[in-house]
């Protein structure tokens, strides 16, 4: 039999989760809590997804005053993470009737251009990724709701912020080297002036240094292969004893560090050990495959898009950073006795 074509109305939802059109209006409007239970509100989603249901967004937004419809700002679409961070927003977004838009700053990590002819009435709110709150002034306004992921709390203007425990992952890192029994370390460092890169090398440095018998060299490098590839050949040329492991600040980063330790006839990981951040695709392509760590991407996003929920509604955003995990593979081993 054939689907009627006739569109599902609310109280085709209600009748078919057995609730009241109220109930319906209540969890499809986001306003559910402390009215209906979790299971019912889910049933009322169910519901709406098995007819196919979509509200009247425009009428509804119109009592509203809401556009329904967030920005998610990241410096750049160079890896999957961003992607990512999208991904779990959008989900987030969609159980509760937003849209999200993607918008890679063409300043990258600086001041980030209105996209529109004016954001503050186009947008509800701004989630902006890796990025200081002050570059992002043009698109915030004075009233546009933002939450702000992987940057600074104490420079965030008063915003709301997600963080990954990144200084947690860089001390994982660092306690898995150390623990093989690494002592000469360099830090291949992203050359990006973010928060996340300063806190990474401060608990990456802090921890190394504690241990006695360690030298720590940091050089840095704009986030392509190829300029690690320099930055790499550069610190195996300089005067001293060769490290033994190189921590790279992202795994696009330790893809060159491997391509420059094969150039001076240095095996991985008998004679470099070698880390990265992210656990993108790359990191299993490279063979041996990359230890590094793995920051999830779409749940950053999903508790991005959470946050500035609860701000909308007039609500304090969960607090607590996301934990993260080291994977440890096989670019990393024991240092060979001298």
């Given amino acids: 039999m054939a689907r009627s074509s006739t569109r599902p109305t609310s109280r085709d939802v209600a009748q078919a989760a057995g609730v009241s059109q109220a109930a319906v209006s209540l969890v499809l409007g ?31 937004n119109l009592r509203l005053g809401r556009t329904r419809t967030v920005l998610l700002v990241v410096p750049a679409l160079t890896t999957e993470f961003f992607p990512g961070v999208y991904t779990g927003a959008a989900r987030v977004a969609a159980e509760h009737g937003f849209g ?19 954001a503050s009435a186009a947008l509800d709110g701004v989630i902006a990724s890796s990025m200081a709150a002050d570059a992002l002034t043009a698109i915030r306004g004075d009233q546009l709701p933002l939450v702000m992921l992987d940057s600074d709390p104490e420079g965030s203007h008063g915003a709301a912020t997600v963080n990954l425990d990144i200084a947690d992952g860089a001390r994982q890192i660092a306690d898995h080297l150390l623990a093989l029994g690494h002592r000469r370390f360099l830090h291949l460092a992203a050359d990006v002036p973010s928060w996340t890169f300063d806190v990474r090398a401060d608990a990456l440095h802090r921890r190394i240094r504690a241990t006695p018998g360690t030298t720590l060299t940091t050089t840095a490098a704009p986030l392509t292969i190829e300029d690690a590839v320099t930055a790499t050949d550069t610190a195996l040329t300089a005067p001293g004893p ?28 008998e004679d470099v050990s070698v880390t990265g951040v992210d656990d993108i695709t790359l990191a299993t392509a490279l063979d041996p495959e990359l230890t590094t760590l793995r920051l999830d991407a779409e749940r950053f996003g999903e508790h991005g898009m959470r946050a500035l929920l609860a701000v909308l509604d007039g609500r304090t955003p969960d607090q607590g950073d996301i934990p993260v995990e080291l994977i440890v593979r096989g670019s990393t081993a024991p240092p060979r006795t001298p």
Avoid: M
């Fill in 100 to 118: 999200v838009v993607l918008y890679p700053s063409p300043e990258g990590v600086g001041p980030a251009p209105d996209p529109f002819a004016s």
């Fill in 242 to 269: 060769r490290p033994t492991a190189v921590i790279c600040d992202d795994d696009k980063l330790a893809a060159g560090v491997y391509k420059a330790l094969r150039r001076h006839g240095l095996r991985i990981p």
């Fill in 30 to 60: 986001d306003k559910w809590r402390g009215r209906v239970s979790e299971t019912t509100a889910e049933r009322v989603r169910q519901a709406a997804r098995d007819l196919g249901y979509r509200p009247n967004l425009a009428a509804r």
